[in-house]
């Protein structure tokens, strides 16, 4: 690796960790907004967060955007699966706490090679049953075993909802990707552009009769705002995509799964919520999970392509997979970001 790649291989990394914490503080900013200012209009914070967005992705990627009927299409399903990922999030977070939304959030990562094995045909690796075991237990964890399961169960399934939704939207990124129906800036665009005129809408639809009623504190809420538009949204857009081209997915994977885990700390530390072992316990299973489902596929695809290097087994395409970093089900491809 000369100078010069190292360098930018870095950029990568401390990009991508700064993408980890944003997202993570952005389970408990996004949670103290919907608490206050955006309590009866939860919509509308993410159609900022989007809305302002779209521009700044433009101002970066301009010369790469294009206008054809079968892209706007591939992006409006991806930015309507955002929508309503996005949406049963946020609505989410009015009833439980920034630790478990964190962590349920964090699951989309394992329903994805299952998904994925309907659309491709292709058994999942081994490692993903048994992270799927594990996870469960981990949200067993976290939902049922402490005195506010009953208050947060219904956040919870909302945030479990929308983690599906994030996994239908990453296999359906991957197959448009995969076959090589458009690029990844322009898909990344345009599914960016729809999630924020599906939200406008939406909030103006169901929420504008709040609107009048709203008041935003300038210094409560607009450097919150700040961090979860441009830091949470805009630029780690822009980062994950920069940082997929020059990051392997094992450390895509260990500097993403960071999420979940600061966003909880983080909750605990400002006072949101109190620390439980429970969702110690549990969150750490969930992030394990998630590390089980992302590596270990990728770690046996390399064995296994340095044995064919070797001479040791017959030469085969490269190993596939559906979700950023994991190797379990599609083929390789640069998938379109998420973010909390």
Known sequence: MGLTEKKQHLTGLLMLGAVAIFWGAGFVLNAQLVGTTFAETPSLLNAVRFGVSVPLLLAVFNKRIRIGGKTLLYGAVGGALLFVGFLVQVVGMKYTTPSHSGFFTAFYVVPVPFVAWLVYR????WAVFAGTAVAIGGLVLLNFTHEESGATAKGDLLTFAGAIAFALQIVWADYVLKKKKTDYVQLTFWQVTFAAIL???YSLIFESKHYAAMKFDVGYGL?????VTLGG???AYYAQ????TRLSPTETSLLLACESPIGAILSVAVGMESFVWQTAVGGVLVVAAVLLVELAPSLAAKRKAARNANGDAPN???AERVADGGENCAPEDDDEPKSS
């Open 316 to 318: 085969e395409t490269g």
């Open 199 to 201: 939200f406008a809408a």
């Open 122 to 125: 292709r058994r999942p690796h």
């Open 223 to 227: 450097w919150r705002l700040a961090i």
């Open 241 to 244: 995509t920069y940082a997929q």
């Open 233 to 235: 949204t805009a630029f």
